[in-house]
């Protein structure tokens, strides 16, 4: 729904088109412009509910004899959408804000990590903008902290630690050469993001998909490339 509470453009080709949600075309916009999803990809999703990415991304991964798999993570038990998705998509129930490295490691296919992470993590909007966008933040540096695996990261107001950086994607759970996508809301602290992230990329960028909510403070961070 629009911020006004009426249907718009966005929502109703959700509906027409059997999207669980308007936010797949947020990811079919990037996906698109970016080309961050390809066949035989191993893809993590966090923030998985109510599972449009999931959508998205099993469309991206080509037909099923392309391989591929896609794990999304939720606090929410996700059901894995019947529309666009198959047998290489699954879900798990937990805190990624709790969750180790080497048990997410675990969920990607033989252990190897993952070749993309999506964050479509937003916290509860209280209306407060300062404390919205620190929350924003801080789920915005667990996903960093998750992929690359650093303890280093800048303190982004409270943002958690892990463990060093090794380079190459060794020390989190994207493999080198990795694809990153991480939402925030905007605030001070998301030009601390991009200097970090810029020498650990080759490309980086930020984009607001159309889809996005005229309402909504919230932009994407995507990182390509993990060197």
Do not use: H
């Not at 999931?54 to 996700?78: F, T």
């Not at 810029?198 to 960028?205: A, D, E, V």
């Amino acid at each position: 729904m629009s911020g006004g509470g009426s249907p718009d453009f966005f929502y109703r080709e959700a509906l027409r088109l059997g999207y669980v949600a308007r936010s797949a075309f947020k990811l079919l916009q990037m996906q698109k412009q970016y080309r961050l999803i390809t066949p035989g990809d191993s893809v993590l999703d966090l923030g998985c509910a109510p599972g449009a990415w999931l959508q998205v991304a099993c469309q991206s991964l080509g037909p099923a004899e392309k391989g591929g798999v896609v794990v999304g993570i939720d606090v929410k038990k996700v059901k894995v959408p019947n529309l666009y998705c198959d047998s290489r998509v699954r879900t798990a129930c937990a805190d990624v804000m709790t969750l180790l490295k080497a048990q997410v490691r675990a969920l990607s296919p033989q252990g190897r990590g993952f070749s993309v992470i999506l964050s479509d993590m937003c916290p509860p909007v209280s209306g407060i903008s300062s404390k919205d966008a620190a929350l924003s933040c801080e789920l915005g540096a667990r996903a960093l902290s998750l992929a690359i695996g650093s303890a280093e990261l800048p303190s982004f107001d409270g943002a958690v630690e892990g463990e060093s950086y090794l380079g190459g994607g060794s020390g989190g759970v994207l493999r080198a050469g990795g694809n990153l996508v991480i939402k925030l809301l905007e605030s001070e602290d998301n030009r601390e993001f991009a200097q970090f992230c810029k020498p650990l990329f080759k490309r980086m960028s930020w984009t607001r998909p159309k889809a996005t909510r005229s309402s909504s403070r919230e932009i994407y961070l995507v990182c390509q490339g993990l060197q």
